[in-house]
């Protein structure tokens, strides 16, 4: 990686995205849209844009869109640097730094021997021992992205220990397969449990505008159904269109249970490392009565790792890549924000719910949740859409016709399933992205056809059952 | 670095830090502070004296006040984390990342090289060339933090060049003293100009509230005697406090002009970078008049070096401990500015003031710049001590019978010079610092005998020279 090569592919793709900016930029201004929310527009979709086709890094994109939204007025840089501060941000960057302490005091070598013990004869058992696991625990997490910074650490030593890294191209693909099943886990787990994910409760709270009361028992019962399918099938979809590479280790639980015994008793770095994320873990499920704060829970874990010795400043020195992801991550959720708050998401949304309108009932509902599952490639945030689409939606489908728990129950679920789609489409995701096991198109073929597919899902299983149980 | 060691001496400490701690947090609240401002405060002050008594690393002292902040209630998250969007810490993030570029591209050894040629027969002729240069672009700059960033990596390249660096505990001698060099030269050459630092026009604004009018010409006559004092003196000071190791260097420039005609022509990535930062420092300069943003500015020329090569996302990977200095500069910054909104600083500021009342308007005069000058011990900000407390001394001074123009330039030179007397006093300190060629116990010293030294300075020849002119 030195001087990016001049050929013509790039210049071509440069040229592209100048027109698409250029073009964007000095086009009418649609009415109901202030100038600066349809500049906002023009430089994030170019800035998507310019990272979709490969032609800047994410963080190069992001940093020169704040640039340009900044120097051009489009932003105060109050609003333009403002998610440099977001709590979600922070708790993601906070979960990096914590994670590495599961790697470094050995713990995640221990945990992954003892999962590679029961599950590992195949690679297909430790992906369905991820979902079981996250599918337990998922209740307890009020934060997927928080749900993510436990899993991520265990799953990138059960890569390791397969051998599997991230340079290597053809053992990264057992690496790669694990990751995104991860990403896929937390997705489906966020849509089955009522307390799986912030979205959830605000969704929620939009829907009882329409006069609909959900609990954490009617949410499980409308989402288990679907949801169990999900997770019964998932794994084994993503088997198929991204195969692992090493598919049967039989020999791996006895090595496995070899390797613990090794190992010996815990040591004071994997008891210490425990203890502070069972604390933490507690302090997360208690955050919401207590209203406590994920991210001073989280910062609280990493100061305790780094009084007791488990990390050290110079281990911090190394996540250069996590500053890196802080960056780009702050940009792209802050102008997703702005977008949402001058009113752009909301415009979009209603411009294509009008074309909707003298459409049967259940056609509607079909076209809504396809376009609400769709309409979050521009978003890099889930949240961001509940708040921006959601009410919308719900809106035109029930003007349409539609039962309103069936309306509800898919656009809620949709909400959290639809966080693979993109690799920035959920806070939680970049953490698997950033370990490199998967390339950039790698991520998007993925995600989109598992969304697909559990777009599918909903649509033929979980509305039937939505019917009936709603 | 693996576990701290647990001695006695440890634990000695400890038990002071928790015994502050909590003495402040129980003691009953002075009258005229709210509770919040009062146990913020004693958390900061905590975390300063855990740092100062290397206790805790500044991260982890930093990382635990957050949380202590926000899982008490003293601060919301809002506010507790607002600070890693200030506009003013990015600048310090991106201006460090910017900085490799000069490296990385061979421009800075140019630039050394050049130098040494010139005046590297001594290590004082380094230094005070560092001075030179830091006087010329000074007035250009109006943000002392993206000087800094001009002149990092130069003196990094200075250092290396002369075969100094951090962990040879001899050889890092010299790259210290031209590290403090640059520090201490940013502070004073800040109060020789109106235009060198944004906390000057703030500080002429609160003058203004006193009949006070100040220009750029105005402020220059004042500064410019006991300014030129100290920038004439402080090399050699320095050079007795902090002997460089290397002194004598007589080969050095025939060394840097074969080793200058070795390098050749200038390559397309130091032209590059070379380009970059002139029209970035032409935007700063350009900044006030044009209502242009320092950081937007700064994250423009980052994303230009980064799209033509010159650094790549690699290059921001190794950047850690940006990322470390980035999570504690922004937590002490956000916590500092609180305490002053809260009215904790002008609280402390007018108790102080009133113990003066009855006395001579020249023992008034030294006893009040002296105590803001100490009182920087306090503030992570210059900005924040020249907001919170230069209005109230300005007032006592005053009222005690001090001429106005006096008291007025001597508060302000003092808000300048006064940054070094802590590697936190100013933001422009922190690149240098974390350089890592000088020592905590190292940093608190020379910046402590500069301070005085300045004061001294400004206080014999600086008040009868702006009696005179003034």
Chains 1, 2 share one sequence.
């Not at 590479?245 to 015994?261: M, Q, W, Y």
């Amino acid at each position: 990686m030195s001087t990016p090569t001049v050929g013509t592919g790039r210049i071509l793709k440069l040229a592209c995205l100048l027109g698409l900016f250029f073009g964007l930029w000095f086009a009418p201004i649609p009415e109901g849209l202030t100038r600066e929310s349809w500049h906002l527009f023009a430089i994030f979709a170019s800035a998507i844009f310019a990272v979709v086709l490969n032609i800047f890094p994410l963080f190069t994109s992001a940093l020169l869109a704040c640039a340009i939204v900044v120097l051009t007025n489009t932003l105060t840089p109050a609003k333009a640097f403002g998610a440099f501060a977001n709590p979600v941000v922070l708790l993601v960057v906070t979960a990096f730094l914590v994670s590495q302490s599961v790697v470094k005091s050995g713990l995640g070598k221990r945990i992954s021997l003892y999962v590679i013990s029961f599950f590992g004869r195949s690679t297909l058992g430790l992906a369905y021992s991820i979902f079981i696991t996250d599918t337990l625990i998922a209740p307890g997490f009020p934060s997927n992205t928080a749900r993510g910074g436990v899993l991520f650490p265990v799953i990138l030593a059960l890569a390791q220990n397969s051998g599997s890294t991230p340079d290597d191209d053809e053992k990264r693909r057992l690496g790669g397969y694990l990751m995104f099943c991860g990403m896929a886990s937390l997705a489906i787990t966020s849509a089955l449990w009522f307390t799986a994910t912030s979205g959830n409760p605000v969704g929620a709270g939009l829907a009882a505008e329409k006069g609909m009361t959900i609990t954490f028992g009617s949410w499980l019962l409308a989402s288990c159904v679907p949801c169990l399918v999900v997770i019964a099938l998932l794994p084994l979809l993503l088997y198929r269109l991204h195969p692992p590479g090493i598919t049967d280790t039989p020999e791996a639980p006895d090595n496995a249970r070899r390797e613990l015994s090794k190992m010996g008793p815990m040591s004071r770095h994997e008891w210490i490392t425990a203890v502070t994320f069972s604390v933490m873990v507690t302090g997360w499920i208690l955050a919401a009565p207590y209203g406590l704060n994920l991210t001073a829970i989280a910062m609280a874990g990493l100061a305790t790792l780094m009084i007791t010795g488990v990390l050290t400043v110079d281990d911090m020195s190394q996540q250069g890549g996590t500053l890196v992801t802080f960056i780009w991550l702050a940009v792209l959720f802050g102008m997703s924000g702005q977008l949402n708050e001058m009113g752009f998401m909301g415009y979009v949304g209603e411009r294509l719910a009008v074309g909707l309108e003298g459409l049967s009932w259940p056609a509607a509902y079909v076209a809504l949740v396809v376009m609400y599952v769709l309409l979050h490639f521009g978003f890099v945030s889930q949240n961001a859409q509940v708040l921006a689409l959601l009410g919308v939606f719900l809106d035109v489908g029930v003007k349409s016709g539609v039962p309103v728990p069936l309306m509800a129950y898919a656009l809620l679920f949709a909400s959290s399933y639809f966080s693979v789609i993109t690799p920035q489409g959920g806070s939680q995701n970049i953490i698997f992205v950033a370990s490199g096991y998967l390339r950039q198109g790698e991520l998007y073929r993925l995600g989109l056809l598992t969304t697909l597919f559990c777009t599918v899902v909903f649509l033929v299983i979980g509305t039937p059952w939505i019917l009936w149980v709603g």
